[in-house]
């Protein structure tokens, strides 16, 4: 009986001490792995930083090391600014433009640099490809500011009119909805853009009448006549 019972605490001691081992062994795998992916954040981070040419290039650097997630975010906008502009370098430029807007106005790097290539990527092949997306892509960011708007309206009204672009053609839902609940009375803008009143434009977008294309800029250019020197003068309080 005592041969027994020690042979089988001998055996129940090797099987827990290879458990052990193992569980050793999975634990220093996922420190390693958190490690490499703590490496890689840091290095796109600062690739990031590069690119913007931003001296919060580094504070950014600091806040992505601390997250898995934040690198792969970092590797999804690497991509998409080449995806979206053709080129490295070409990405390189238009992120130092869009990296530069955001400086100046104060709203969030992060937002402004990856809703800026996504709006680059729905231009593709259209009318407002290049100048008309920086336009558009400016007056958002006016908007933002002027309106005090947070970080996830700043992102909503990008993505919102990224969709209109994407779709060819303006509707109610998106420009009274979507874009409407992050810019607050985009609806108006709008028809003081386009030269009509509110019921006019509600007609116009049942029967499908308005480009994205000739739209976006018009709209861009509305915002900034109403908003720019409010933009400015909040944005030169940041600084003050």
Known sequence: MTFVLA???????AAAERAFRNSARAVGQVGQSMEQAGRRAAGLARQLGSIVGLAGGLSFAALATSTVNAALAMER??????????SVQAA?????????????????LFAATDGYARLALASRGT?????????????LQIA?????????????????VEQIMSKGKVSAEELRGQLGE???GAFQIAARAVGVTTQQ?????EQGELLATDFLPAF???????YADIADAASGSFDA
């Open 92 to 108: 390189r430029t238009e992120m130092a433009f869009a990296g530069s807007v955001a400086r100046e106005l104060g709203t969030d």
């Open 220 to 226: 861009a250019a509305q915002i900034k006549r109403e």
């Open 182 to 184: 992050r810019l607050p």
């Open 127 to 139: 009318k407002v490809e290049g100048q008309g997306v920086r336009e558009v892509f400016e007056a």
């Open 77 to 86: 906008l690497e991509r998409r600014t080449i995806a979206a502009f053709g």
């Open 144 to 160: 933002a500011v002027a309106m005090g708007s947070s970080v996830d309206q700043q992102r909503g009204a990008l993505v919102a």
């Open 201 to 205: 434009l509600d007609k116009m977008l």
């Open 7 to 13: 042979t089988k605490i001998t055996a129940d001691s």
